[in-house]
């Protein structure tokens, strides 16, 4: 093939290989995977949502996909954290951008539903890369229809479960209230992890419980550590089939200055990175990282961290499909 791929000794066809192609050559897909139309049935895919018209401060996650993939060039194949091969286990392709409107949320929305539930047909599970965080409806949706009421882990500095901003209600401080309202969470099983920073009111906190949410706060992972966090997270969510919502401003705004609603005193990389590791116990059905607006990041910052997010996920949910496949 034109860009070198590597093939494994598993049949998996993995990244444009490094010692033939510099890693800094080529059209950036994620990681320099091969595209979807490349290879046969892909078991994962990552996409591009490139929207943000659901924003209600510093705009710019439109350009999230192309940032992240040009700062994921680096990834390598191995995964020694949790000794997994991505690559190798499960074939990942990147399948482009889902390109929607501007002009209407509902619309847009509409149209990413539609076309998640097409690439995820047969089964294949979908690491979606925001866009801003009015995507997890769209994604919720799709995700429902196959597995019924869902638990989600939502790592971010925000509840994303207000009501509705000048009267829009579908928009990214609301994308769990809506999926609750709608019926698609299982309301026992959904957390927030990293919450912080001012909210309207108290209110905000009963009405985010009703929804089903509970919450690792920020404060409280610096006071009872990662794997106390951990322990919590992962009873919390069971055996149910769990969907994983990163937003990179999760993230302290040392570590992810490029965002939108940037919120002091947040977790390190190292934090979030372990935490996700540790999501092999679950059933990870599928997960989307958004937010990332590059014009405010400096040196590649958001970028490489939401990658190496991205990569993390990828890792839990290519190790499961080769166990599944076993
Ligand atoms: N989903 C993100 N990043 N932010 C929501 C902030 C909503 C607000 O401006 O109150
Ligand atoms: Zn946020
Ligand atoms: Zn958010």
Redesign the pocket.
């Known amino acids: 093939m034109a860009e070198n791929y590597v093939t494994y000794d598993t049949g998996k066809v993995g990244p444009a290989d490094a010692s033939i192609s510099p890693r800094y050559a080529g059209i950036a897909t994620f990681a320099r995977l091969p595209r979807i139309e490349e290879v046969p049935n892909p078991d994962i895919a990552v996409v591009g949502v490139p929207f943000d018209s659901g924003?209600?401060?510093r705009p710019g996650a439109r350009f999230g996909p192309a940032h992240v993939r040009e700062s994921s060039r680096l990834l390598r194949p191995y995964n020694p954290a949790t000794g997994v091969a991505p690559f190798a286990s499960a074939q990942i392709v990147d399948a482009g951008d889902i390109a929607v409107t501007p002009y209407n949320n509902h619309d847009a929305m509409a149209a990413v539903e539609q076309a998640a539930n097409e690439l995820r047909a047969g089964g294949r599970k979908l690491l979606t890369i925001g866009g801003?965080?009015t995507v997890a409806l769209p994604n919720l949706r799709s995700v429902y229809k196959d597995h019924g009421e869902i638990a989600v882990i939502h790592f971010?500095?925000?509840l994303?479960t207000?009501d509705t901003?000048f009267g829009e209600d579908t928009?990214?401080?609301t994308?769990f209230r809506r999926a609750s309202e709608e019926g698609l969470l299982d309301l026992e099983r959904c957390l927030h992890v990293g919450i912080r920073g001012p909210l309207?009111g108290e209110q905000d906190l009963r009405d985010d419980e009703r929804l089903g949410f509970a919450i690792i706060s920020s404060v409280e992972i610096e006071n009872e550590g990662v794997p106390s966090a951990i322990e919590r997270m992962l009873k919390r969510v069971g055996d149910r089939p769990v969907y994983i919502s990163v937003?990179i401003?999760v993230l302290d705004p040392a570590h992810a200055p490029g965002?939108?609603?940037p919120e002091a005193g947040g977790m390190t990389s190292r934090e979030l990175l372990r935490m996700l590791r540790a999501l092999g116990a679950c059933n990870v059905v599928g997960a989307e990282v958004?937010?990332v607006a590059p014009a405010y990041d400096h040196a590649q910052l958001t970028g490489i961290a939401a990658a190496h997010v991205s990569y993390e996920l990828l890792s839990v949910m290519a190790a499961h499909t080769a166990a599944a496949a076993e």
């Open positions: 924003v209600s401060y801003d965080h971010d500095a925000h994303d207000w901003y928009n990214h401080g994308p309207y937003d401003d965002t939108g609603t958004v937010e």
